[in-house]
């Protein structure tokens, strides 16, 4: 089965025969014999009670006629030192006190519930869905027919979406031989057929590698991205989550040319209670990464992340830094690094696509970290990068919590992104 068959079902049309038939079967008339019952109940209720009422009215008749036995029992009773009046101040205590408990009472009866994957990625991605939900919509309002401005129009929708220019243009081509094969008139017959292509663009050969490549013993992570993005408060969000996991992590920081980018991871360290390698102020980024390798293997480390500097608007020099840095890392784990995440900013939209294109010529990358997904509508930038890099997302940012980071399923993302379009 396809990833969008998954999500949204098999398209299926029902023979008119079977939905009739289920109509009849789902003919609810149980609606109105539960308020017949509870009409009823309501009326001997209240029958009941008027009976009741009719017999104290009696009672207190009965009892102003016998005034003077009224007046003798109350004085008796009043006499009876067995009588357990509580007194109004005292009264008012105890129901401020019972007020009290039960408040307390209640109060954990409602705890914050802990927020599951799904619904950080519905939550992250309400920018982007709604935005495109929103345009799409209008679209189809505005056209009656599918003619050539048709496809214009949506292959222009799709590039301000953030999908690309590459995935627009695949992506209208493709429905303008679907429209002819199914002889669709109607703008509304291809809606569905649009998300499928959307999710067909982004499934390929249903090959994604989103899982990252943990070792058995010492895994390393090397992080790339320009400045801003998000690259070292996403290493120090996972160094909590993997720690948290029960892992050994150490941080590493390679980016010696900005003391705050050190500062900031370091600050990070303390947080989460991870060490943290740093050197001395414009200290060359490969001997910091080669004092983190060694002191990574001694001290029987798990993970291994390294900050690196995000100079983009020089290239020819960070290419040569990172070279240096893969070929230290390799002198001590030859097989190292075992991910080579790129960190972008999912507000910039296109900008993140040139990122990672430019990035992906100066070093092989294995993996995205995408940040700051949950303050923008551009989110369909995933799909750009898939179809024109063929980089996997493998990290996903929901926001500004510790914990909003989590490990990149298409499932949970396609679903959040499209839910509710179709």
């Given at each position: 089965m396809g990833l969008f068959d998954r999500l949204f079902g098999k398209k299926e049309e029902p023979k008119i025969e079977e939905v009739v038939k289920e109509a009849l079967e789902n003919l609810d008339l149980s609606e109105d014999t539960e308020a017949e019952e509870v009409s009823q109940e309501e009326a001997e209720i209240a029958e009941e009670a008027v009976l009741e009422e009719e017999k104290i009215q009696d009672t207190v008749e009965e009892s102003m006629d016998s005034e003077p036995a009224v007046e003798v029992s109350q004085e008796e009773v009043e006499e009876l030192p067995n009588s357990e009046e509580v007194p109004e101040e005292e009264n008012t205590e105890l129901v401020e006190t019972v007020e009290e408990n039960s408040s307390e009472v209640l109060e954990p009866e409602t705890p914050q519930a802990e927020e599951t994957v799904q619904e950080k990625y519905d939550r992250s991605l309400k920018k982007t869905r709604s935005g495109f939900g929103a345009r799409l919509n209008a679209f189809f309002a505005n056209f009656r027919s599918v003619d050539e401005e048709f496809f214009e129009e949506l292959e222009e929708l799709l590039i301000m979406s953030d999908v690309g220019v590459q995935v627009a243009s695949n992506l209208t081509e493709e429905l303008r031989y679907e429209a002819k094969l199914e002889n669709a008139k109607k703008p509304d017959a291809l809606r569905r057929v649009i998300i499928e292509k959307l999710v067909e663009l982004y499934e390929k050969d249903g090959n994604y590698d989103e899982s990252i490549h943990f070792q058995e013993g010492l895994t390393v992570m090397l992080f790339v991205g320009v400045n801003g993005v998000g690259k070292t408060t996403s290493?120090?969000?996972?160094?909590?989550?993997?720690?948290?996991?029960?892992?050994?992590?150490?941080?590493?920081?390679?980016?010696?040319?900005?003391?705050?980018?050190?500062?900031?991871?370091?600050?990070?360290?303390?947080?989460?209670?991870?060490?943290?390698?740093?050197?001395?102020?414009?200290?060359?980024?490969?001997?910091?990464?080669?004092?983190?390798?060694?002191?990574?293997?001694?001290?029987?480390?798990?993970?291994?992340?390294?900050?690196?500097?995000?100079?983009?608007?020089?290239?020819?020099?960070?290419?040569?830094?990172?070279?240096?840095?893969?070929?230290?890392?390799?002198?001590?784990?030859?097989?190292?690094?075992?991910?080579?995440?790129?960190?972008?900013?999912?507000?910039?939209?296109?900008?993140?696509?040139?990122?990672?294109?430019?990035?992906?010529?100066?070093?092989?990358?294995?993996?995205?970290?995408?940040?700051?997904?949950?303050g923008t509508a551009r989110g369909g930038v995933v799909l750009a990068i898939r179809e024109e890099l063929n980089i996997p997302v493998k990290l996903i940012g929901f926001g500004e919590k510790i914990d909003d980071i989590g490990e990149f399923n298409s499932e949970n993302f396609m679903k959040g992104l499209l839910e509710g379009l179709i």
């Open positions: 290493i120090g969000k996972l160094a909590h989550r993997y720690k948290q996991a029960g892992k050994k992590v150490m941080l590493v920081a390679a980016d010696t040319f900005r003391a705050g980018a050190v500062a900031q991871l370091a600050e990070w360290g303390r947080r989460v209670d991870v060490p943290v390698v740093t050197g001395p102020e414009k200290a060359d980024p490969a001997s910091v990464v080669f004092d983190g390798m060694e002191r990574a293997v001694a001290e029987g480390i798990d993970i291994l992340m390294i900050d690196t500097a995000g100079r983009l608007q020089n290239k020819d020099n960070l290419m040569a830094e990172l070279e240096k840095i893969g070929r230290i890392i390799k002198r001590v784990v030859p097989e190292a690094p075992h991910e080579t995440f790129l960190a972008l900013d999912a507000s910039t939209g296109q900008n993140a696509l040139v990122q990672a294109k430019e990035f992906s010529k100066i070093t092989p990358l294995t993996g995205i970290v995408l940040t700051k997904i949950d």
